[in-house]
């Protein structure tokens, strides 16, 4: 990538960041962009606005957001590679197999393949968090088990996929069960401490981090107060912040630096130390659930209408956070694009972020000269 090109993204972006600010999509954010095979790898990071809409705090760099569903692919799915490599889970794995209370629900058939591309019968959501947070912290993950196994199916399992939580809390319950280690410590010691990027992308920030340097979310009707260091999804609350499908926090440089991890282990110049770049890459193809565009663990773009843009290759892998969150990597132009916002502040009721998404990606790419 040249320097005019370089420019023209800075610019370009400068741009739109600043209209949908206006616009009052989020009261701030910050994208990051890398490009390029590492000898000759550009990297952009660019911060906008604020981080309320009383503009006391600027974004930076080092500005915490709230990540929320990134948790998914970040967190529990590269903790599952990792119960691969350490052979204490299998790819086909039942869920039965591990949970024996299982056999007596539908889950009794369903795999953790199932589970990670959403086809696995749950629904898409339940407010688990209003029985939770009635019992004794100690208690809920096994309260939490017992709701999920409880379950009836939306849908045949595997023949169609519905966008689940559910799936995630579960799967969550089972790294910590196969590991014996809670998920946070899990996170930090065997993915994110390899990398060095532990200081930057964690689960709960609130002990860790000043609160000026953390991007608050919304004005919560349940729990009365503004969210701010504070896991925004209810029923990660509920499990103190730490759970399989939403938790994790994180600035602008280190999502966008696992996001590059994952493009070298993906593009084979680069192995994390505690799981395989042959099994990564099996999780990052798109499964044959009718009607789906889920690998494992990861979305890949839909052919209309995808927050990716227009541009995208088919091939490429990414995923959302309701809090104005998301990545994409596109291993054939060895493209990553991270956009971090709240756009959840003061409301989540606010959805510009929808027309915002592909505009930010696709202004991007062509800037870079990528389409």
């Not at 000759?40 to 906008?48: G, N």
């Not at 088919?314 to 309701?322: D, E, I, T």
Request: net charge neutral; hydrophobic share 40%.
């Amino acid at each position: 990538m040249n320097t005019n090109n370089k420019k023209t993204v800075i610019s370009n972006c400068y741009n739109i960041f600043n209209e949908a600010i206006q616009l009052r999509t989020f009261p701030g954010a910050a994208m990051g962009v890398v490009w390029g095979a590492p000898e000759k790898r550009e990297r952009i990071l660019q911060a906008y606005g604020h981080t309320t809409y009383s503009r006391e705090n600027r974004v930076d760099e080092a500005t915490v957001y709230d990540l929320a569903s990134l948790t998914k692919p970040l967190a529990t799915t590269l903790a599952l590679l990792i119960l691969l490599k350490e052979q204490q889970l299998q790819r086909a794995e039942r869920i039965s197999d591990i949970f024996p209370l299982a056999r007596d629900s539908f889950l009794h058939r369903v795999s953790l393949k199932d589970i990670l591309c959403h086809s696995a019968g749950f629904s898409a959501h339940k407010p688990y968090y209003l029985e939770l947070l009635r019992l004794p912290e100690a208690k809920r993950k096994e309260a939490l088990l017992n709701l999920l196994l409880a379950e009836s199916p939306a849908y045949e399992p595997g023949s169609a996929s519905v966008y689940s939580d559910l799936g995630f809390l579960l799967l969550g319950l089972i790294v910590e069960r196969k590991s014996g280690w809670e998920l946070d410590r899990f996170f930090r010691e065997k993915i994110a401490g390899p990398l060095g990027i532990a200081e930057r992308i964690f689960y709960g920030p609130a002990g860790a981090t000043q609160k000026k340097r953390i991007a608050p979310t919304e004005e919560c009707a349940f729990r009365k107060r503004l969210l701010c260091g504070e896991a925004s999804d209810e029923n990660s609350h509920a499990l103190g912040g730490v759970a399989g499908h939403a938790g994790l926090f994180g600035t602008i440089e280190g999502v966008l630096e696992m996001g590059e991890h994952l493009l070298d282990q993906w593009q084979g110049r680069e192995e994390h130390p505690n799981y395989l770049a042959s099994d990564l890459r099996r999780f990052l193809t798109r499964q044959e659930i009718p009607g789906s565009t889920w690998a494992l663990g990861f979305d890949t773009p839909s052919a209309t209408g995808s927050s990716g843009g227009r541009y995208l290759d088919p091939a490429s892998v990414g995923h959302l956070g309701f809090t104005g969150t998301s990545f994409w990597i596109d291993p054939t132009r060895d493209l990553v694009m991270v956009l971090l916002s709240n756009r959840v502040h003061p409301s989540r009721e606010n959805s510009r972020i929808k027309q915002f998404r592909p505009l930010f990606h696709e202004t991007v790419m062509e800037s870079l000269g990528l389409v």
